[in-house]
């Protein structure tokens, strides 16, 4: 009965841990979207789409991580920036070596 009790314990705290760290990633990336709605198109805002594009690789929702990848290069061309550009394509590689597609992730 003790044993049966700790593992109920240990299954609750490990579900409800995962739940709250998702919920903390979540509050993350809406903090970083709303900085980047509030920073002029500079610097800082490059440094933002990648936290942010970052962030939903980690959470494994790489669609998304892909078009703020694509935010990145776009306002980069715009300022025509290459440190940027090449940074955009840094996310196009992760997002493909995430996707498990090694050979495209090589291109980049």
Known sequence: M????IKLLLFFW??????????QEISKIDSLKDLVNRTPIKS???????QISLEYIK??????AFN?????RLTAEKL???????????????IARYKGQQDEALNY
């Open 44 to 50: 800082e805002r490059f440094k933002l789409y990648g």
């Open 68 to 72: 703020y990848a694509d935010s990145l």
């Open 2 to 5: 003790k044993t049966r009790n």
């Open 14 to 23: 490990l579900l409800f841990g995962y739940m709250s760290l998702q919920a």
């Open 59 to 64: 959470n494994s929702q790489l669609t998304l």
């Open 80 to 94: 025509k920036d290459g440190n940027e550009i090449a940074n955009a394509q840094f996310f196009y590689g992760l």
